[in-house]
């Protein structure tokens, strides 16, 4: 069974990580060529809306 490691290399679309401005919690999207999909899941649950930027 492929990792979720894998599954990105194989599919060569990179991981998208977004903050919601709505409730400042960082989501997670694995789109594919076609799709953008729905948020696979909230990877941060805390209220990220005055960091400014991250890195």
């Not at 401005?21 to 209220?47: C, E, F, N």
């Amino acid at each position: 069974m492929p990792t979720e490691r894998s599954r990105i290399a194989v599919n060569r679309v990179p991981d998208l990580w977004a903050r919601f401005g709505s409730d400042g919690q960082i989501r997670i999207y694995h789109p594919s060529t076609t799709s953008m999909w729905a948020p696979a899941k909230i990877v941060l649950g805390d209220d990220w809306r005055a960091v400014k930027s991250f890195g």
